[in-house]
């Protein structure tokens, strides 16, 4: 990835134009707490990696990205026949930030035009494509600069953001994910997700969820 410069952005820098979107799907983790090869689980008949990726083009967004990491020579696999583009982070260790910005730099790339972007995990099993279609028409209403989901009394990913916040993306480190934006923004909006706390970071996480949902 080429360097980029980094340009403050604050409050009153954030204009919002109505254009196009994408959806930024980071898969990139290790699964260290888990032990085992997240993306790979299944849950109701298809591996987490493949099931959040359909619902991203189910959104029918303009472009979508999934960032993989070390393990993106059996990911990949996962993804064939599939409409979206990939992109490698060699770093993955260093933690989530730099997903998001290996992802926001791989979808800026690919669509110089793009104006918004949803950041999203591939652990979340309840996201729909229905409430990610959600954010894009609560932005469309809005006009905010970020839509993010709500859930379990606080903001959270999925999250949409104006093309205006994509420079503070890029200069997030280590394990600060896109939540370290909300409190920085004026005229965020929240759109409530059911269930949208239930993520996979355990085995325990794993086993619950199956016994709710089916393999």
Same mark, same amino acid.
């Given at each position: #990835? ?7 952005? &604050? ?12 959806? *930024? ?17 299944? /849950? ?17 967004? &303009?472009?979508? /990205? ?33 997903? *998001?910005? *290996? ?8 669509? =110089? ?11 979340? =099993?309840?996201?729909? +494509? ?16 970020? /839509? ?7 903001? @959270?990913?999925?999250?949409? %953001?104006?093309?205006?916040?994509? =420079?503070?993306? #890029?200069?997030?480190?280590?394990? +600060? ?7 920085? %923004?004026? @005229? ?7 269930? @949208? ?5 355990? #085995? ?6 199956? &016994?709710?949902?089916? /393999?």
């Amino acid at each position: #990835m080429k360097n980029k410069q980094i340009i403050k952005s &604050d409050k009153e820098s954030c204009d919002v134009n109505t254009g196009k979107y994408g959806i *930024i799907i980071l898969a990139a983790g290790n699964s260290i707490r888990l032990g085992k090869d997240k993306q790979m689980l299944r /849950v109701q008949g298809e591996t987490l990696l493949k099931r959040s990726s359909k619902k991203a083009l189910a959104a029918k967004p &303009d472009q979508v /990205v999934v960032v993989l990491g070390e393990k993106a020579h059996l990911h990949q696999k996962e993804l064939q026949g599939l409409d979206l583009s990939i992109a490698l982070n060699s770093g993955s260790s260093e933690g989530i930030a730099s997903s *998001i910005r *290996i992802g926001i730099d791989h979808l800026q790339s690919l669509y =110089p035009a793009i104006e918004y972007a949803i950041i999203m995990l591939c652990d979340q =099993p309840y996201v729909t +494509s229905g409430h990610l279609k959600g954010l894009i028409d609560l932005q469309y209403q809005s006009k905010a600069k970020i /839509v993010a989901s709500f859930y379990g009394g606080q903001k @959270g990913v999925p999250a949409l %953001f104006h093309r205006s916040c994509f =420079p503070r993306l #890029m200069e997030l480190k280590g394990n +600060s994910g896109a939540k370290q934006l909300f409190a920085d %923004f004026e @005229g965020l909006e929240t759109l409530a997700l059911s269930k @949208g706390e239930v993520d996979i970071d355990t #085995m325990e996480d794993y086993l619950n969820l199956i &016994d709710r949902l089916g /393999v």
